[in-house]
């Protein structure tokens, strides 16, 4: 599983100063969310025979992996970046209508990475908080999905000061908008280590692999 991690010097990084007023004197987080139109990955998905939801969740750490700003965060007390992030996500039991976390090993290779989630479903039904035997690593990122509601806005709203700049990510209810597919996406970062241009690029990325499913589906 990739863990690596890299040390950022603060002498030399172009964002010292915003983390130190963001973390120190004025510390923000903010959520965004925007209508993404998933018609022609949702057809392709289903067209093979595949689940949306492990796509989702690939497609939120493909584009983690490819923008560093989304995966800053300590180790040993030391700042650094993370190569990758891990999904961390929910398991939602019909039974009793409660949840417990389930995560995947992410892989750029999106195959590779739908059989994880395969393989690690045998664990869903577990009831435990934790479904997994194994905990997730310390570079895993919330990515969760509420198919029950239509939302226009969602904000995480966080009971303890914010140490985490890892993003969390959250999908809501599909609905139909001039014949095509759409789905509420949101994304709630820390303003230490991502701007609005940040944020800006994330949905991009997400609405451009939307449309081109060929280009990382096999």
């Known amino acids: 599983m990739n863990t690596e991690f890299h040390k950022i010097n603060l002498n030399e990084w172009n964002r010292a100063q915003y983390f130190y007023y963001f973390t120190k004197i004025l510390p923000t987080g903010y959520s965004l969310t925007s209508n993404i139109d998933i018609t022609q990955a949702y057809n392709a998905i289903k067209n093979k025979g595949k689940k949306f939801f492990p796509a989702y969740l690939y497609i939120c750490s493909k584009i983690i992996s490819e923008e560093k700003e989304f995966r800053i965060g300590y180790l040993n007390d030391e700042l650094g970046y993370y190569e990758v992030l891990h999904p961390s996500y929910s398991a939602f039991h019909n039974d009793d209508k409660s949840i417990s976390n ?16 395969i393989e690690d479903q045998k664990y869903a039904s577990n009831h435990e908080i934790m479904a997994k035997p194994q905990m997730p690593p310390a570079n895993n990122c919330m990515i969760g999905m509420i198919p029950w509601i239509e939302f226009t806005n969602y904000t ?27 789905m509420p996406l949101s994304i709630t970062v820390h303003h230490a280590t991502c701007d609005g241009y940040h944020v800006g690029v994330f949905f991009n990325k997400f609405q451009e692999y939307m449309n081109c499913p060929e280009s990382w589906m096999k």
């Open 102 to 117: 389930m995560w995947t090993e992410y892989d750029a290779d999106f195959e590779v990475f739908y059989n994880n989630y």
């Open 156 to 182: 995480p709203i966080p009971y303890a000061p914010m140490n985490s700049f890892f993003p969390i990510i959250q999908a809501g209810k599909f609905f139909e908008k001039d014949g095509r597919k759409m």
